[in-house]
């Protein structure tokens, strides 16, 4: 045979054999550095619903890292040595795409790990609690995901139309706490029933989906929403999602009570009904409807100061802050985003507090922009410090060798959230903690 002519069908075999191989290689390098990134970043325990991959059963096909929706903008699975591995654990929001797409069930999804444990309430298929006349829906039942939520909330309030004892004088039949997908779902759900009912929020419209980076690109289902009906989105961006909601929240004449959180619910003395307190009011109420998440309320940093109106719990809009001097708190990725984002803005002085000595929770990224700008002076690092007073237009930080006043005209605590396993707890909710198991 010709040996030229062998040439020429072996080349491009070989060619393709060796990009193969390359491409093989840079995946796992890439893989080892993402997963390695986290592990320094104390990054390594998912915060709900994740892939546990078994090795034995793991063919290497990469079906799973190929079907997560978040694999666009983080590492969150990988291949190292031939084998999916769960290589950016904070990154999985609990699609469980990987799963279905699995062709060998080498994938199961579970919630918390054996070191870090997830609470989830129990409830019932009809959304009830162990407490009768308080119900969960949503990502506080161990159900993420936006299209999940609405459906949920929808269902939910339909068991609660069922309940006796509504549309008594002198009470609310419903009381919805939390504004997400969930909670606006149960309220136009509410609104559709006639229920007399208040929907309450402790921040502003669209729950964890108001939190998301600017432009993220939401991966969803179309999903059937009361009055409204089929929200039809697939691949959208936040930003088009809040408008979606807000629209509806004009067009139907939802009514929701803003920044009122929830502090505590009560039975009230006749036994079948309810008492919700909240930051300004208390509601007598049939039924409750929990569509908190899992999010959690900020932690505050409890100084004086702290309820004036420039200090704020997340960052909206950087450019609100240009020509500003500004103190952000905290010392995870949100605080380091946050400042450096708004230190970008021209004309602004921008103080980062932080109570520890080293950036340890956040991404090597996050920590060195935060250095660069540093070393640039566009950015004061206050390490190990502590902020004591918050005034109308200053700030007092504690450091370790003396007390800083510093001008000010806006605050952005990012000190991380309380979480509602506490509040569930103080109810009477029953709440079960879940090791890594389904
Ligand atoms: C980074 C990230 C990316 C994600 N990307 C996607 C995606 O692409 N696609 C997708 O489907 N899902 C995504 N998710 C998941 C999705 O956002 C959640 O599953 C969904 O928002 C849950 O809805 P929910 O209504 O149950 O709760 P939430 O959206 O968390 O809403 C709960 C609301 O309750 C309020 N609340 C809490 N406590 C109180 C209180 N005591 N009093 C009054 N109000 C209270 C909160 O302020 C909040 O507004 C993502 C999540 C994260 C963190
Ligand atoms: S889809 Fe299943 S078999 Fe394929 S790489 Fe992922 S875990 Fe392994």
Known sequence: ??????????????????????????????????????????LTEPPSLHPVIDPNKCIGCRSCVAACPEQYAHAV???????????????????????????????QLVFGTVRRGVDIPLVNPDFQTNIP??????????????????????????????LGGLRQPGQHDLVIVGAGPAGIA???????????FVTLEQDSLGGTVAHFPRGKLVMTRPAILPIVGKMNFTDTSKEKLLEFWQGVEANTGLSI?????????????????????TTSAAYRTRAVLLTIGRRGTPRQLGVPGEELPKV???????????????????????AL????????????????SYRSAAFSRAKPKNRNKVAELELAGRMT?????????????????????ETVILPNNGVIVCAGGILPTGFLKDIGITVETKYGTA
Not at 313 to 332: A, C, M, N, S, T
Not at 337 to 352: D, K, Y
């Open 337 to 352: 985003e946050a400042a450096h984002s708004i230190a970008e803005q021209p004309g602004t002085t921008v103080t980062l």
């Open 381 to 401: 690092v206050l390490m190990s410090s502590n902020v004591r007073e918050i005034r109308e237009d200053a700030v007092a930080i504690e450091t370790e060798s």
């Open 1 to 42: 045979m010709n040996p030229y002519l062998i040439a020429l069908y072996l080349l491009p075999v070989v060619g393709i054999f060796l990009w193969y191989v390359r491409t093989r290689r840079q995946r796992e390098e890439a893989s080892i550095r993402a997963a390695e990134e986290a592990i320094a970043a104390s």
């Open 186 to 196: 149960a309220s136009l759900g509410a609104m559709k029933s006639k229920l007399d």
């Open 257 to 277: 009570r803003y920044t009122e959180r929830v502090t505590g619910i009560n039975r009230a003395p006749d036994g079948a009904s309810f008492e919700v307190l």
């Open 133 to 162: 006349g308080i119900f969960i829906a949503g990502e506080l039942g161990g159900m993420g995901l936006i299209r999940n939520a609405i459906e949920q909330g929808r269902q939910a309030l339909e068991s609660i139309e069922k």
């Open 77 to 107: 699975l990988g291949m190292i040595r031939g084998k999916a591995r769960l290589i950016g654990p904070s990154n999985c929001i609990g699609h469980g795409a990987c799963e279905k797409a699995c062709p060998v069930d080498a994938i």
């Open 312 to 334: 704020v719990y997340r960052l909206i809009d950087p450019e609100q802050y240009k020509g500003q001097h500004v103190l952000v708190v905290g010392g995870g990725d949100s």
